[in-house]
């Protein structure tokens, strides 16, 4: 049985091979990329909105990964910094010791006591191969702390930076939720049926009768203006030609009578 399905499969498998090498083949395919963009194209924005504010969502059940991966490396590199300052202390006192022991060798000695031990030259010459051995051991454990630090700096930056990507990711899917609010209330107010045109109609002889009004105010306020100035040009005229009249009528007697009186 299945024997069968493995040669029923490497049969499908080859037949895909041969097909996709192929004028029908191409065909195929050509037809199921169309078949896919109508499906994506298909799908209301309102829907695809909502769908990757979902995505972004899930994306916050990946900073309990990422944080476990930082707390495990923040571990690591504490755990090595302590190991490389105590072997640094160790060979501190190794250093400070065989400093010692080489002093004591000074004058042809070919053996010194350290405590209860008797050291020989050859002993020294070992250990002091030692501690350069665990000199440079310490110099690549330093070199690799240093790079763990670099890295665990890096991971901790980028679990910050993911963070605010998502918070600009929402921030975004809002803005484009509000757009697509207000188009689809513009699509509605283009694609209303209920008919105004009464309305309209009614607001612009409404406007055309504010305007007859204005008219007949403006002509009132004219003829105002004229009739007041033609009433100050008469009185003008009047006085004038009354002033006149006195001055041609009346102004010899009264020299004459002056003069009578003066005789």
Not at 40 to 61: D, H, T, Y
Not at 62 to 90: C, G, P, T
Not at 130 to 150: I, P, V, W, Y
Request: hydrophobic share 35%; proline share 1%; net charge positive.
């Amino acid at each position: 049985m299945c024997k069968k399905i493995v040669i029923a499969a490497l049969a499908v498998g080859l037949g895909l091979v041969v097909i996709r090498g192929t004028w029908f083949g191409s065909h195929m395919r050509s037809q199921v990329r169309q078949a896919f963009h109508k499906v994506k194209n298909s799908v209301p924005p309102e829907q695809e909105i909502s769908r990757l504010r979902m995505e972004v969502k899930s994306l916050e059940g990946d900073d309990d990964r990422f944080i476990d991966k930082v707390a495990r490396m923040d571990l690591a590199v504490s755990k090595l910094n302590r190991e490389v300052a105590q072997i640094k202390a160790n060979l501190l006192k190794e250093e400070s010791r065989l400093t010692k022991l080489h002093e004591d060798f000074t004058g042809g000695k070919t053996f010194v006591m350290h405590g209860e031990r008797k050291y020989t030259k050859n002993d020294l010459r070992v250990e002091a191969l030692a501690f350069k051995t665990a000199e440079d051991n310490l110099k690549s454990m330093e070199a690799n702390l240093e790079s763990q630090r670099k890295h665990l700096s890096i991971e901790r930056n980028k679990l910050t930076q993911l963070r605010t990507i998502r918070q600009e990711m929402a921030t975004e899917l809002q803005k484009l939720e509000t757009a697509l609010a207000e188009e689809r209330q513009a699509q509605a107010a283009s694609e209303s049926t209920i008919d105004d045109a009464s309305y309209r109609r009614l607001r612009k002889e409404m406007d055309t009768v504010r305007e007859r009004i204005d008219l007949l105010k403006k002509k009132r306020e004219i003829r105002g203006e004229i009739g007041l100035s033609t009433k100050q040009e008469q009185t003008t005229e009047r006085d004038t030609k009354a002033d006149k009249y006195l001055d041609e009528r009346f102004g010899g007697k009264v020299k004459e009578v002056a003069g009578d009186d003066n005789q």
